[in-house]
């Protein structure tokens, strides 16, 4: 599979971006899907995670009720609408892929193991 992220940018805090996720090799409707983001020295972390369906998202705590992760499988693309950015959002976004389905694992955020390039994203005070 191939995952190419874009839409990332510079924006001030408080603003919103959307980025994307085109999917190509695979049909994306199989498989659930996810966005992280590395910030400068610092581990890369999850941020949100639809099932394959697009009937059930997850998101990190740090991201609920300002970022919304869709997806239009027909489209073959992921979405992550970022709304009321701020500072520390700022970092490297990636998209994922989890080739084996949910009930594997214990942990919604775990199991991605297909990965795009990132597309980086600051947000300026």
């Known amino acids: 599979v191939q995952l190419q992220a874009s839409g990332g940018g510079l924006v001030q805090a408080g603003g919103s971006l959307r980025l994307s996720c085109a999917a190509s090799?695979?049909?994306?409707?199989?498989?659930?899907m996810g966005w992280f983001r590395q910030a400068p020295g610092k581990e890369r972390e999850f941020v949100a995670g639809i099932i394959w369906s697009g009937g059930r998202t997850w998101y990190a705590d740090s991201v609920k009720g300002r970022f919304t992760i869709s997806r239009d499988n027909a489209k073959r693309t992921v979405y992550l609408q970022m709304n009321s950015l701020k500072p520390e959002d700022t970092g490297v976004y990636y998209c994922?892929?989890?080739?084996?389905?949910?009930?594997?694992?214990?942990?919604?955020?775990?199991?991605?193991?297909?990965w795009g390039q990132g597309t980086q994203v600051t947000v300026s005070s």
């Open positions: 090799g695979r049909t994306l409707s199989d498989y659930d």
């Open positions: 994922a892929q989890r080739s084996l389905p949910l009930g594997a694992f214990n942990d919604p955020r775990s199991g991605f193991d297909s």
